[in-house]
């Protein structure tokens, strides 16, 4: 078990997975140990003040069990975006993922993305979907994300903003100044790798259903993404990326 540095470290955002989250550490584990390589889990679990969500004691109870992993139980003071900088705020790693915890996507791919990042010797890695079962509402969110990102931050080779897993050597990751606090890191990210010139790949993966519970995205997402893109549009006129 890793006492020291670990190689790759993984944020597994798992804002009300509850019970489930047990489940997908395990599947975490199985492929991490295909790896060969020292590694630590951070399980995201803060909560809403106020709210009935377990999964914080269930975090904790799993960090008890391996030292390999750390659970993250704060009262909240943002949404993804606050949840996603507090995970890497965490992380020792030399590589750093970030993911889901609801099973929608493979957890097979946090392998999958730290073997191209190594093996090619770049600054980030992410997959993008190909194939999704969620339905047609999500689709048609993530199109229209999708199509503004490119109209806004053109001549990027990125096919799907807010796919996960991402992972970055630390390095990389350190120099980005991330701000978002919501649903709109994902696309930051993005365009602060393309300010940074990362060298940058993508890997295809499929996207499953969620049965749990409904998306925590809702339309109204739509007009904060487009108010997000025009401010950082406009970040991007003052401070142009280097050459």
């Known amino acids: 078990m890793t006492i020291g540095k670990p190689d790759l470290s993984v944020v597994l955002l798992c804002y009300r997975s509850e019970d489930a989250v047990s489940s997908f550490v395990e599947q975490l584990k199985s492929c991490l140990s ?10 995201v679990s803060n909560y809403l003040t106020g709210s009935n969500d377990r999964t914080p004691e269930i975090a904790r109870s799993i960090a008890r069990q391996d030292p390999r992993i750390k ?4 009262e909240k003071e943002g949404m993804m975006g606050w949840d996603m900088k507090s995970g890497f705020g965490m992380a020792t790693g030399n590589v750093i993922a970030v993911t889901d915890g609801d099973g929608q996507f493979p957890l097979a791919d946090v392998g999958r993305t730290y073997k191209k990042l190594i093996e090619d010797d770049l600054d980030m890695v992410k997959a993008y979907r190909i194939k999704r079962a969620d339905g047609w509402y999500r689709r048609c969110l993530s199109a229209v994300y999708n199509f503004i990102f490119h ?12 796919s996960k897993p991402k992972i970055f050597k630390k390095d990389a990751l350190r120099k980005m100044d991330l701000i978002s606090d919501d649903w709109f890191i994902d696309a930051e990210i993005m365009i602060q790798a393309r300010r940074l010139k990362f060298s940058f790949a993508e890997i295809s993966t499929q996207f499953r259903k969620l049965d749990s519970r409904t998306s925590f995205v809702k339309p109204g997402a739509i007009i904060e993404f487009i108010i997000n893109m025009i401010l950082f549009r406009i970040r991007e006129f003052r401070f142009p990326p280097k050459d």
Not at 34 to 42: G, K, T
């Open 71 to 74: 659970a993250l139980t704060k």
């Open 151 to 162: 109209i806004f931050f053109p001549r990027f080779p990125c096919h799907d903003v807010n």
């Open 34 to 43: 295909e790896l060969n390589i020292d590694w630590e889990i951070i399980l």
